[in-house]
C-alpha cells in the first residue's frame, strides 16, 4: 500500500517539475496522471486474465497491492482446492461403502428428488442411477404406504420403520427407514427381511398349532384329574399328593396353552377387527372384584379412580385381557397388605390406564425386555407364582393394536407404573346426552 502511495506521489512530481520546466503545468499533470492510470489498467488487467482463465501456474509478480491481493487469491485457491479434492474422496468413499452395503440407499432432496442411488436400489426398488437422478421418488415408488411413510415427519424423526413388500418383486419384504441429515437432504435405507419375516411367521404358526394341539389332549387329561380331585376319598392315600400337584401343573399348562392362543390371535392380524365402543370404567369394576377375590389372604389394599364418562373404540375381549393382565401381574408381585393403585383417565394426549404398586420392583436392566414373551425377572418366583411369562406380551400387542403405546416405570423395593396411553383419536367420552370424541 505505501508503495503505491510513494509511486503515485513520485508521479505527480515529476509532473510537475516537467510543467514547471515548459510551462505547461496542469497539462503536464493531467498527462502525468493519465499515464499512471493507464499502467494501473494494465496491471489490473494482468490479474483479471490470471483469474479469468484459471492459469494454474503461479501468479504473476505484479508491483504494490496487487501483488498481495494476487498472493491472497492464490493461497485462497490452493486451500480451495484442497478442501475440494477432500471432499471428492470422502464422497467418493461414501459411494464406494454405500455400494457395496446389502441394502438399499437412496439420497433425496427437500422435495423427493433423488440425488444418489446405490446399485441395490435397483434390485429392490427398481430405481437406477443416473439415470433416474432429479425424479421425484413418488413418481418412481408408487405405493400408497410408502408414500404416506415418506411424508410423515414424526416417523422421520421417532426412527420408526416401516415393512412392505417390495415394489417391484412381491417375494421381498422390506424394511424401511427414513433418516433427515443437513439441512433438507434425507437418506431412505431399505433392507431385505424376508428371511427373517418367514422366520417369524414359522415361529407363530408352530406355537399357534401346538397350542391348538396340546389344547384338546390336556382337557382330557385335566378332566380326569378334576374327577380325581372330586372323589380324593376313593383314592389311596398316598396318591392323593400327587394327584393334586398334577391337577396344579395342568392348570398351569392350560394358562399358558390359553396366552399362547390368544397371543397368536393378536399376532394374526395386524389391524384391529370391527370396534365398538368399550364402557372401560364397568371393566374397571369387573376386574376390581376379581382382584380382590384373586388377593384373597394377602388382603392387598386396592384404590380405583376412574373416569365413569371416560371410553375408548376398541375391542372389548383385547383390553379387558391388556387391563386383567396388568392388575393381576401387580398383585402377584406386592407382598402381603401391600398398595395397589388403578387410575383411568385422560388429558389433551388421549386416554391413560395407570396400574401402580408398591411391590418388589423391577431392575433397570430388565424393563427394556420385560415385554419379551416368557421373560421372566425371577424364572422361579414367577412360576410360583403361576405366571405364564405372556402377560406383559399381550398387553403389549394389545396397545400396538389400538394404536397405544405401554410405560413402565420401576425401582428395585419401591414398586412399579405400568401405563397404558391410548391415543386420543379412539377415545369417546359418554355423557347423558350424547357421545362426544376427545379429538373431535
Not at 482446492?81 to 433425496?108: C, G, H, N, Y
Not at 413418481?139 to 404406504?145: F, G, M, Q, V, Y
Not at 397350542?211 to 380331585?229: C, D, K, Q
Not at 398334577?246 to 390368544?262: F, G, N, P, V, W
Request: proline letters at 4%; aromatic letters at 8%; one cysteine or more.
Amino acid at each position: 500500500m505505501r508503495e503505491d502511495i510513494w509511486r503515485f506521489t513520485g508521479v505527480v512530481l515529476l509532473s510537475l517539475l516537467a510543467g514547471l520546466a515548459t510551462g505547461q503545468i496542469m497539462i503536464c499533470l493531467l498527462t502525468g496522471i493519465v499515464l499512471f492510470v493507464i499502467w494501473q489498467y494494465r496491471v489490473l488487467k494482468q490479474l483479471y486474465d490470471w483469474l479469468q482463465y484459471r492459469n494454474e501456474n503461479d501468479p504473476p509478480e505484479l508491483p504494490g497491492i496487487i501483488n498481495e491481493i494476487c498472493s491472497g487469491i492464490d493461497f485462497l485457491r490452493t486451500h480451495y482446492k484442497q478442501r475440494e479434492d477432500k471432499l471428492s474422496a470422502f464422497l467418493k468413499r461414501f459411494q464406494e461403502a454405500t455400494a457395496a452395503l446389502p441394502d438399499a440407499v437412496i439420497v433425496f432432496g427437500e422435495h423427493g428428488d433423488i440425488e444418489w442411488a446405490n446399485e441395490k436400489a435397483k434390485d429392490y426398488l427398481g430405481v437406477r442411477w443416473p439415470q433416474d437422478g432429479g425424479q421425484r421418488i413418488s413418481n418412481l415408488i408408487r405405493h400408497p404406504e410408502l408414500t404416506a411413510f415418506l411424508n410423515d415427519q414424526e416417523h422421520q424423526h421417532s426412527s420408526k420403520a416401516l415393512q412392505i413388500e417390495s415394489p417391484i418383486n412381491a417375494d421381498l419384504k422390506l424394511e424401511f427407514r427414513i433418516t433427515p441429515y443437513g439441512e433438507t437432504q434425507k437418506l431412505l435405507v431399505a433392507r431385505d427381511v424376508t428371511a427373517i419375516q418367514r422366520i417369524h411367521q414359522m415361529r407363530k404358526d408352530f406355537i399357534a398349532n401346538a397350542s391348538h394341539e396340546l389344547r384338546t389332549p390336556l382337557t382330557v387329561i385335566s378332566g380326569y384329574l378334576e374327577g380325581f380331585a372330586d372323589d380324593m376319598e376313593v383314592c389311596p392315600e398316598p396318591w392323593r399328593p400327587h394327584i393334586e400337584q398334577m391337577r396344579k401343573q395342568s392348570e398351569q399348562m392350560q394358562r399358558l396353552i390359553d396366552d399362547l392362543l390368544q397371543l397368536s390371535s393378536l399376532e394374526m392380524i395386524a389391524e384391529r377387527e370391527e370396534t365398538e365402543p368399550v364402557m372401560v370404567p364397568d371393566l374397571l369394576a369387573a376386574i376390581y372384584q376379581e382382584a380382590q377375590t384373586l388377593s384373597g389372604m394377602m388382603e392387598h389394599i386396592f384404590y380405583l379412580d376412574t373416569d365413569p364418562d371416560l371410553w375408548i373404540q376398541g375391542n372389548q375381549r383385547e383390553i379387558y385381557s391388556a387391563i386383567s393382565n396388568l392388575v393381576f401381574n401387580a398383585i402377584q408381585h406386592t407382598s402381603e397388605r401391600g398398595i395397589i393403585r388403578i387410575h383411568w383417565y385422560a388429558d389433551k394426549t388421549g386416554a391413560h390406564l395407570e396400574v401402580a404398586d408398591n411391590g418388589e420392583g423391577i431392575a433397570p436392566e430388565h424393563i427394556p425386555r420385560i415385554t419379551e414373551r416368557f421373560y421372566r425377572v425371577d424364572k422361579s418366583r414367577s412360576r410360583a407364582k403361576g405366571g405364564t411369562g405372556l402377560g406383559l406380551a399381550i398387553v403389549k400387542h394389545v396397545m400396538t393394536r389400538h394404536g397405544g403405546n405401554l410405560h413402565i416405570e420401576s425401582q428395585l423395593g419401591k414398586g412399579s407404573i405400568f401405563r397404558c396411553d391410548f391415543p386420543a383419536k379412539i377415545v369417546v367420552y359418554k355423557t347423558k346426552n350424547a357421545d362426544t370424541s376427545l379429538s373431535a
